[in-house]
């Protein structure tokens, strides 16, 4: 879940970022189901790199 104002520069960037990580770490994964907690070191590591590359843009994304 993310928690965003909708004025928000760059949300739709970072959305699209964490559903790319998702698809690529759990929807390729043959052994997991939808509902199950997603377990995977990889998953992880990509989004709280995600996070943080979101983070550094700023509060309002690059160019405010």
């Given at each position: 879940m993310v928690l965003a104002d909708?004025?928000?520069?760059?949300?739709?960037?970072?959305?699209?970022?964490?559903?790319?990580?998702?698809?690529?770490?759990?929807?390729?994964?043959?052994f997991y189901s939808l509902e199950?907690?997603?377990?995977?070191?990889?998953?992880?590591?990509?989004?709280?790199?995600?996070?943080?590359?979101?983070?550094?843009?700023?509060?309002?994304?690059?160019?405010?």
């Amino acid at each position: 879940m993310v928690l965003a104002d909708p004025r928000q520069a760059g949300i739709d960037a970072l959305l699209r970022k964490i559903y790319e990580i998702y698809s690529d770490f759990a929807l390729k994964n043959p052994f997991y189901s939808l509902e199950m907690p997603i377990r995977c070191e990889l998953f992880d590591q990509n989004l709280k790199l995600a996070l943080e590359v979101a983070e550094k843009a700023g509060p309002f994304g690059p160019g405010s």
